[in-house]
T-cell receptor, first 112, second 111 residues
Framework: KAGVTQTPRYLIKTRGQQVTLSCSPI?????VSWYQQTPGQGLQFLFE???????NKGNFPGRFSGRQFSNSRSEMNVSTLELGDSALYLC???????????FGPGTRLTVL | TQLLEQSPQFLSIQEGENLTVYCNSS?????LQWYRQEPGEGPVLLVT?????EVKKLKRLTFQFGDARKDSSLHITAAQTGDTGLYLC???????????FGKGTKLTVNP
């Protein structure tokens, strides 16, 4: 069974730009969660989607948004990038809201 | 927001040594999970503990959940170089099903 895939793996952007990251969950998984990982703050929850609906949201500004498609694939978007948005963005999928989460390898975003 | 404090932040030991890392909070968690993350990869779930006082063993790894469900520890016996990685604990926040992560313990096992 293929694992969680995230594209792209690496991304370099400049301040003020926007970026879209993609996550393909494990086949059959309907829940997708997004996390931001930085050395200073560790792993922080961004949001969770289940069956195309956002179920939970973390404490991030409105510049961070996401969506989920009918095939469970998910995207997250960050607008008006800031230097502090440089991080590893991780996606995790599970069969349901309380199921074990399986993480993808992450997208490393660098904002210059 | 419930916080999880992990200690130590960094740990460097020789192969064959034993070690314990800690995960503490002032809040009660309904369950607590331990993950290991290797460079360039996402975290991988090692274990979930749900009952206060619970002890789970996974080969050379022993996980314990505190009686009050506020803290947990991970003990590794006879560490191997393959144990190197970032160990993260995570708790489910107050029934919201949102996971709160500690900042992790970066373990290096030297040959």
């Amino acid at each position: 069974k293929a694992g969680v895939t995230q594209t792209p793996r690496y991304l370099i952007k400049t301040r003020g730009q926007q970026v879209t990251l993609s996550c393909s969950p494990i086949s059959g998984h309907r829940s997708v969660s997004w996390y931001q990982q930085t050395p200073g703050q560790g792993l922080q929850f961004l949001f969770e989607y289940f069956s195309e609906t956002q179920r939970n949201k973390g404490n991030f500004p409105g510049r961070f948004s996401g969506r989920q498609f009918s095939n469970s694939r998910s995207e997250m978007n960050v607008s008006t990038l800031e230097l502090g948005d440089s991080a590893l963005y991780l996606c995790a999928s599970s069969s349901g809201p309380s199921g074990e989460q399986f993480f993808g390898p992450g997208t490393r975003l660098t904002v210059l | 927001t419930q916080l999880l404090e992990q200690s130590p932040q960094f740990l460097s030991i020789q192969e064959g040594e034993n070690l314990t890392v800690y995960c503490n909070s002032s809040s009660v968690f309904s369950s607590l999970q331990w993950y290991r993350q290797e460079p360039g990869e996402g975290p991988v779930l090692l274990v979930t503990v749900v009952t206060g006082g619970e002890v789970k063993k996974l080969k050379r790894l022993t996980f314990q959940f505190g009686d009050a469900r506020k803290d947990s520890s991970l003990h590794i016996t006879a560490a191997q170089t393959g144990d190197t990685g970032l160990y993260l604990c995570a708790g489910e926040e107050g029934g919201s099903e949102k996971l709160v992560f500690g900042k992790g313990t970066k373990l290096t096992v030297n040959p």
